[in-house]
Nanobody, 123 residues
C-alpha cells in the first residue's frame, strides 16, 4: 500500500485548508482510511476515519464539527477538509489505512502510512 498526502501549508486562524491522500497498491474495499496528526513533542492524535466501501465516518473530539473526511473511490483519493482552523491544529498530518476490525482511533491499528504533510495555523 502506498499513501501520498498533500495539501498542507500555512493558514491564518479561522481559515480553511484541504488535504488530499492518494492511495494505491491494493483494492481498498473493506478497508478504512484515516487521518492522524502529530504536533512537536506530542503523541500522534487520531483525527478522522472513513470506511472505503460505505463511507462511514468517525471524528476525534477536537475536530468534530470543523473537519470533514471524504473519499472518492473512483480516483482512490481520501480528503480532509479543515475549517475554522485553530493554532492548536498545527501539526504534521498523516493519512493511513487499516483493515476492518481494528480500533479506529489507535495509530497501531494502521499498518500503512503516508509521509505526512505540514499544516501550520497562525494566530
Amino acid at each position: 500500500v502506498q499513501l501520498q498526502a498533500s495539501g498542507g501549508g500555512l493558514v491564518q486562524a479561522g481559515g480553511s485548508l484541504g488535504l488530499s491522500c492518494a492511495a494505491s497498491g491494493r483494492t481498498f474495499s473493506g478497508y478504512f482510511m484515516g487521518w492522524f496528526r502529530q504536533a512537536p513533542g506530542k503523541e500522534r492524535e487520531f483525527v478522522a476515519t472513513i470506511g472505503w466501501s460505505y463511507g462511514t465516518v468517525y471524528y476525534g473530539d477536537s475536530v468534530k464539527g470543523r473537519f470533514t473526511i471524504s473519499r472518492d473511490t473512483a480516483k482512490n483519493m481520501v480528503y480532509l477538509q479543515m475549517n475554522s482552523l485553530k493554532a492548536e491544529d498545527t501539526a504534521v498530518y498523516y493519512c493511513a489505512a487499516r483493515p476492518a476490525g481494528l480500533k479506529a482511533t489507535m495509530a497501531e491499528s494502521y499498518p500503512s502510512w503516508g509521509q505526512g504533510t505540514q499544516v501550520t495555523v497562525s494566530s
